[in-house]
């Protein structure tokens, strides 16, 4: 696998070409897009002026215009910048995987099954399921996936109007976890410790029987960071030793962001929740900026090192212990 430093010098001498090809481009379409808003937001204050003499007594036909508003400028914005996106994935992304780690393969417009993602048992089922930039291979011999996916649940007003909520945006990993287990582990963000204090965010967390039992670990720093929840406290505790309490705390710190675990079928499933596509391209922003370049070779890192990390390569995983 190679280091941020390696891939730094890759994306900026192997890649700087298609880089420089793509900017003029990302700088013509931000003008259009700009361009494009300013003429649907003249047409939309010279229509909202009209719907409010005609409509003055009914708010919910003002409101229906706004969101048909919102709807067309989203629509708008990925109409044109649809072209440049998949330019930007197949000149830059799919030769930068392959540099990070030779074993793996990638696909823009792909992603983690809804099976999967049902598997982990992690949330709840998904109304609405997308998701883009699938990754998958072998990394010293531990088969690995992961994507961006986006979950939402549908929900209708009085009137029967629908709307969507998210329940899980980011990066969703399923990777081999090496000795089978009988029992379900989950290990969640500790939101009910940090906001409520020790004992109402005990008393909180206990009240989860969806999730089995609530697990207590001797590692205060992990239970500052995570709740546990299983159907077995003694497997639950083989699993979570502390090199490997340790190394998820390490991996959460890396990440900076929340995450999410669950040991299913001798499946290992990990959520970090990003609340946005991990490797979409800026319009709006310099492809050659440092710290945008930075953001796309750091995630890639984190993720393809996501074996090393957790050390899931080791022989103390294998069934056969």
Not at 14 to 32: C, G, I, M, N, V
Not at 62 to 84: E, N
Request: proline share 2%; charged share 25%.
């Amino acid at each position: 696998m190679k280091s941020v430093s390696e891939l730094t010098d890759f994306y900026y001498k192997a890649l700087y070409p298609t880089l420089e090809r793509l900017e003029k481009k990302r700088k013509a379409l931000s003008h259009r897009i700009i361009y494009s808003y300013i003429i649907l937001g003249t047409l939309a204050l010279l229509i909202g002026s009209a719907l409010r003499e005609l409509f003055s007594d009914s708010p919910d036909a003002i409101g229906f215009f706004l969101a048909l508003l919102l709807a067309i400028a989203v629509f708008l914005y990925k109409l044109l910048s649809k072209g440049y996106i998949e330019q930007f994935k197949k000149g830059v992304m799919h030769p930068l995987v392959k540099e990070a780690h030779n074993g793996l393969e990638y696909r823009c417009d792909a992603f983690i099954s809804e099976a999967r993602y049902e598997a982990s048992e992690l949330f709840s089922h998904a109304d609405r399921y997308g998701g883009n930039d699938y990754i998958s291979g072998s990394i010293e011999g531990v088969k690995i996936e992961f994507s961006d996916i986006h979950a939402q649940k549908e929900h209708r007003d009085s009137k029967g109007r629908k709307s969507y909520s998210t329940i899980f945006q980011g990066v969703f990993i399923v990777t081999e976890f090496n000795k089978h287990f009988s029992s379900k582990t989950f290990i969640l963000p500790d939101s009910a410790q940090k906001s409520f204090g020790d004992l109402i965010g005990s008393w909180l967390q206990s009240k989860n029987p969806m999730r089995g039992e609530l697990i207590k670990m001797d590692d205060a720093a992990f239970e500052r960071e995570f709740v546990v929840y299983g159907s077995d406290q003694i497997e639950a505790r083989y699993i979570l030793s502390h090199a490997v309490m340790q190394r998820l705390l390490e991996f959460r710190r890396k990440s900076r962001h929340p995450i999410s675990l669950s040991f299913v079928n001798a499946q290992m499933y990990i959520a970090i929740h990003y609340g946005k596509d991990m490797f979409e391209p800026s319009i709006f922003t310099s492809l050659l900026k440092h710290s945008l370049a930075m953001e796309y070779i750091q995630n890639l890192t984190l993720l393809v090192g996501l074996i090393n990390e957790l050390k899931l390569n080791q022989k103390l995983w294998s069934k056969h212990e």
